[in-house]
C-alpha cells in the first residue's frame, strides 16, 4: 500500500491572476504557501483536509470531468455570500435524495465545484464505536 502523507489538486488555469482573485478573494480560501514569481507563480490554499494548487497556465479549460468537492457548515450563509461577491452559482442549494445540501458554483474556467453541507442527521456524521 502506498503511504499517502499528504495530497493537493493541482488547477492550471488559463489565466491565473483571475483564478487567484476568484479562489483566494472571492471563495476566501487561506492561503498555504506562495512559490516561485511573477505571472507563473504558484499559490497553494488551504482545502479543509486538502490543499488546491493553482499555478502554471493551460491553453484550454480544464476537463469537465474534472471537479472539486468542498464540504461547509452551513451552505445557505455561502450562498448568500457567494452571490453577494458575484460569484456565478450554477445551482443554489437543493436537499438531494441522499440527504446531502448541495450547491454547484463555477471557477472562471468553468472547473464546477460543490459546497455541500452534511446535516446534523445524516450518516456521514455517525461514527461508530470502535
Given amino acids: 500500500m502506498v503511504h499517502v502523507l499528504s495530497s493537493r489538486t493541482l488547477v ?17 480560501l487561506g492561503v498555504y504557501r506562495e512559490f516561485g514569481e511573477g505571472p507563473q507563480r504558484g499559490t497553494v490554499y488551504f482545502l479543509g483536509g486538502g490543499f488546491l494548487e493553482v499555478s502554471g497556465r493551460s491553453d484550454s479549460p480544464a476537463s469537465p470531468a474534472v471537479q472539486l468537492w468542498l ?5 445557505t450563509a455561502a450562498h448568500e455570500e457567494l452571490s453577494a461577491k458575484g460569484v456565478e452559482i450554477v445551482r443554489p442549494p437543493v436537499k438531494e435524495p441522499w440527504g446531502l445540501v448541495e450547491m454547484w458554483i463555477a471557477d472562471p ?5 460543490a459546497l455541500v453541507e452534511v446535516p446534523s442527521d445524516h450518516p456521514l456524521r455517525y461514527r461508530p464505536e470502535i
Wanted: aromatic share 8%; net charge negative; proline share 7%.
Fill in 71 to 75: 464540504q461547509v457548515a452551513d451552505v
Fill in 12 to 28: 492550471h488555469p488559463t489565466d491565473p491572476e483571475r483564478s487567484r482573485a476568484f479562489y483566494g478573494e472571492r471563495l476566501g
Fill in 109 to 113: 474556467d468553468g472547473i464546477r465545484i
